[in-house]
C-alpha cells in the first residue's frame, strides 16, 4: 500500500503509517526502552519535540538520532539500546 | 551578499507570520525549522494534514515564496550575520540581513520519584507522539502538571479513543477563577476555553492536584496522586505531565541577545538588543498562539523595513500580553512541588545527576563543573527549568554548539 512506509526496528519488519516517526515505530514494535541512561536505568521519549534527547536511537548504523524527528523511511533500519 | 534579507528561525505561529509578512513585504525570505513539517508544536500536524489556521499561513509562506529549510537545526553562530545549521545528510551556513529568532518554547518538567520511568512523558510530548502515530486509543491516560494545554491534550487524547482518567492540575481554584474572570475581557479566549471543557465532560477536572510518584519496574504502571490531605494511587499506561512552558531562548543568548525576566528582551518593534536581530513568540515571554502571531507579524514587517506596517498592531499585542500576564499568575507552580524529588530523584536525566549531589551546590556553574548536571546532550534544556524552579538558578551562559552536533559539522563550520 503507497500510504504504508516498511522498516525494521531491531531486526523486526514493522509497518507504519506514511509521516510517522520513527519513534512510533520504535514504540508499535513494543520496545519500551530507547536507551539506556548513563547508569543503566531504561528510558524512552520524553517531551516528543526534540529537546530532550531521551528518545535517541540508532538509525540505518547512525548513532544518537533523535527518533521523535526523523520520519520513517522505506528500508529504515532502526537500534534501540536493547 | 547575504544568502537571504530575512532568515526565520522557527517555523511555529511566530515564524510563520514573520516570514510570510517579510516576504509579502518584498524581501528574500527563508525559514528554519528542525520539524521536518511547519506549523511548530501547537500546529504539529497529524498524519501528515494541518490544522486549517496552520494551512492558511503555510500556504502564505508558499506564495510569498519564502524558502523553506526543513528538519535542520541551527546549532552556531560562526561569523557576523551567518549561521550554521545541520541536516540529517549535512551542514550549511546561511547569510542574512535580518534574522527572526522564532524558537517557541518547550515544557517545564518538575523532578518527581519515578519521573524518568518510559511512558512519563510531558503533556505536549505525549501529544506530539500521538500525533506522528503513537496509538492511544484504549489507553489508560493521567495527565497532570499545569496550564491550559492539559486540557487541550485531554481533548485530543479522548477524541482518539484514550481512556483519559483525570486532568490534575497544580493551581488552586481561586487562581483560576480569578483568571476566568480576566477571561471574561477575551470573547474569543472564552468561547475557546468553554468549548474545551465542554468536550471533556466526563474527565474529571482536578485543582490543587499533582503527582507525588510514578510507579513501575522498568515502565510506568501507576502514578500516585495528591490532592490535600487525600492520596491515591492511579493505574495507568501514560503520564503525560507537563508544568507550563519556558521560552527557547538559547540561541537567542549565543548571538548575545539580552535577556528579560520573561525570556529574550525585545524592543517595541520586537527587535533584540543586537541590530537586526528580532525575536518572536513563546521565545520572548509565554504568551499563547494570539500573542505568538501579532509579534511575528510585527517582527516581519519591522525586518522588511515596514515599521509603520508594525506599528499598526501594536494596540493588538498590548491586549494578548495582558492576558499571559493573567495567564502566569493564575497558572505559576507552587511552592509545595519543590518538596517533591527525594534525594535519590533524578534532576539532571542525561547525566544521571540526583537530587542529593546538586542540592547543596551553590549556583549553576558549580553544579555543571562538580556534577555535569545540565552537561549532558540536552545542555540543560530539561533541567534548567527545573533546577530554576527549585533553587532559583539562571543558565549564565551558552556556547557554541547550542546543539549536539557531528564532528564533520563543527569542522567544516568556522569558530
Not at chain 2, 522564532?102 to 520511568?117: H, K, Q, V
Not at chain 2, 481533548?155 to 483519559?164: I, L, R, T
Not at chain 2, 518572536?280 to 510585527?298: D, N, P, S
Amino acid at each position: 500500500m503507497i500510504d504504508t512506509v516498511h522498516l525494521s526496528v531491531n531486526g523486526i519488519p514493522i509497518a507504519v503509517p506514511h509521516g510517522a516517526m520513527v519513534s512510533t515505530a520504535v514504540a508499535l514494535a513494543g520496545v519500551t526502552r530507547f536507551r539506556r541512561s548513563v547508569t543503566g536505568e531504561p528510558r524512552a521519549p520524553l517531551c516528543g519535540m526534540g529537546t530532550c534527547f531521551e528518545c535517541r536511537v540508532s538509525i540505518n548504523g547512525r548513532e544518537h538520532c533523535r527518533s521523535c524527528q526523523v520520519p520513517c523511511e522505506n528500508g529504515m533500519e532502526v537500534e534501540t539500546d536493547a | 551578499m547575504p544568502d537571504y534579507d530575512v532568515v526565520v528561525i522557527g517555523a511555529g505561529p511566530a515564524g510563520l507570520a514573520a516570514a510570510v509578512r517579510a516576504a509579502e513585504s518584498g524581501v528574500r525570505t527563508a525559514m528554519v525549522d528542525d520539524n521536518p513539517h511547519p506549523g511548530g508544536q501547537i500546529w504539529r500536524a497529524a498524519a501528515g494534514k494541518a490544522p486549517a489556521e496552520a494551512a492558511r499561513w503555510i500556504q502564505s509562506a508558499e506564495k510569498h515564496q519564502v524558502e523553506w529549510i526543513a528538519g535542520a537545526r541551527v546549532f552556531a553562530a560562526p561569523a557576523a550575520n551567518r549561521i550554521a545549521v545541520e541536516k540529517f545528510d549535512g551542514e550549511m551556513e546561511l547569510g542574512y540581513r535580518s534574522l527572526i529568532l522564532a524558537t517557541g518554547a518547550r515544557e517545564r518538567f518538575l523532578p518527581f520519584p519515578g519521573w524518568t520511568l518510559p511512558n512519563v512523558m510531558g503533556a505536549g510530548g505525549l501529544q506530539a507522539l500521538a500525533k506522528s502515530g503513537l496509538p492511544v486509543a484504549g489507553k489508560k491516560i493521567v495527565i497532570a502538571g499545569s496550564g491550559p494545554l492539559l486540557l487541550a491534550v485531554a481533548k485530543y487524547m479522548k477524541e482518539h479513543g484514550a481512556d483519559v482518567r483525570l486532568i490534575a492540575e497544580q493551581a488552586k481554584t481561586s487562581a483560576l477563577l480569578a483568571f476566568g474572570l480576566r477571561l471574561a475581557a477575551h470573547p474569543g479566549k472564552l468561547t475557546q476555553a468553554v468549548g474545551l471543557r465542554a468536550a471533556l465532560l466526563g474527565i474529571s477536572y482536578l485543582t490543587s492536584c499533582w503527582p507525588v510518584e510514578a510507579g513501575g519496574a522498568n515502565q510506568l504502571e501507576s502514578v500516585t496522586l495528591r490532592r490535600g490531605g487525600k492520596t491515591w494511587t492511579e493505574r495507568c499506561d501514560y503520564l503525560a505531565c507537563g508544568f507550563g512552558l519556558v521560552p527557547n531562548a538559547e540561541l537567542a543568548a549565543l548571538l548575545g541577545c539580552r535577556m528579560a525576566a520573561s525570556g529574550v528582551a525585545v524592543d517595541e518593534q520586537q527587535q533584540t538588543s543586537i541590530q537586526g536581530v528580532y525575536s518572536a513568540g513563546e521565545a520572548t515571554g509565554i504568551g499563547g498562539l494570539e500573542l505568538a502571531l501579532v509579534e511575528g507579524e510585527i517582527a516581519g514587517f519591522a525586518a522588511a523595513g515596514e515599521p509603520a506596517r508594525a506599528r499598526a498592531l501594536f494596540a493588538a499585542r498590548d491586549r494578548y500580553r495582558r492576558f499571559a500576564a493573567a495567564l502566569e499568575r493564575a497558572f505559576a507552580p507552587r511552592e509545595e512541588l519543590k518538596a517533591l524529588p527525594r534525594e535519590e530523584t533524578m534532576i539532571c536525566r542525561c547525566e544521571d545527576v540526583t537530587l542529593a549531589r546538586v542540592r547543596h551546590c551553590a549556583g549553576w556553574r558549580e553544579a555543571k563543573l562538580h556534577t555535569r548536571c545540565g552537561m549532558g546532550p540536552c545542555q540543560g534544556r530539561v533541567c534548567g527549568g527545573a533546577v530554576e524552579f527549585l533553587f532559583g538558578w539562571k543558565a549564565e551562559s551558552v556556547r557554541p554548539p547550542v546543539f549536539p552536533a557531528r564532528i564533520e559539522s563543527l569542522t567544516r563550520t568556522g569558530p
